[in-house]
């Protein structure tokens, strides 16, 4: 796993479910920083579902210890609207880094965007879910 102007890899792991179209269950370790490397791996799951004309995509970021560093899980509203953008347009653009936040009570948003669902932290996970229209 990486992004371009990185250093090296932002991650590594293996899938350890893969049932297309409907879901992809993978292990993270983060690599980015020793704090993150350091918590160790952690699990992401992906599950796709029919919703109308369009589909829901649902991800997971599960077992993280209680307390885990907070760059573990703050980026995934940047990473998902990212992914939206490039379904939707093709674009692949990434959105600008400060248009992510995380607040102190670990419930993270996108700036610009109260509309769009918070991502929620129930005993080490996290999950959000959003539909996409493609094409």
């Given at each position: 796993?990486?992004?371009?102007?990185?250093a090296?890899?932002?991650?590594?792991?293996?899938?350890?479910?893969?049932?297309?179209?409907?879901?992809?269950?993978?292990?993270?370790?983060?690599?980015?920083?020793?704090?993150?490397?350091?918590?160790?791996?952690?699990?992401?799951?992906?599950?796709?579902?029919?919703?109308?004309?369009?589909?829901?995509?649902?991800?997971t970021?599960?077992?993280?210890?209680?307390?885990?560093?907070?760059?573990?899980?703050?980026?995934?509203?940047?990473?998902?609207?990212?992914?939206?953008?490039?379904?939707?347009?093709?674009?692949?653009s990434?959105?600008?880094?400060?248009?992510?936040?995380?607040?102190?009570?670990?419930?993270?948003?996108?700036?610009?965007?109260?509309?769009?669902?918070?991502?929620?932290?129930?005993?080490?996970?996290?999950?959000?879910?959003?539909?996409?229209?493609?094409?």
């Amino acid at each position: 796993m990486g992004a371009p102007g990185a250093a090296g890899p932002l991650g590594e792991g293996k899938n350890l479910e893969v049932d297309p179209p409907h879901r992809l269950v993978q292990s993270m370790v983060a690599l980015w920083s020793d704090d993150v490397r350091n918590e160790g791996a952690t699990r992401i799951t992906w599950e796709i579902e029919q919703v109308a004309d369009s589909c829901r995509l649902t991800v997971t970021h599960d077992e993280l210890r209680d307390g885990a560093h907070e760059e573990l899980y703050g980026g995934w509203p940047m990473i998902l609207s990212g992914l939206k953008t490039w379904l939707e347009t093709g674009n692949c653009s990434p959105p600008p880094a400060r248009s992510c936040t995380a607040t102190s009570d670990r419930s993270a948003g996108v700036t610009g965007s109260p509309e769009r669902p918070p991502v929620t932290r129930a005993h080490g996970t996290r999950q959000r879910s959003e539909p996409v229209r493609v094409g």
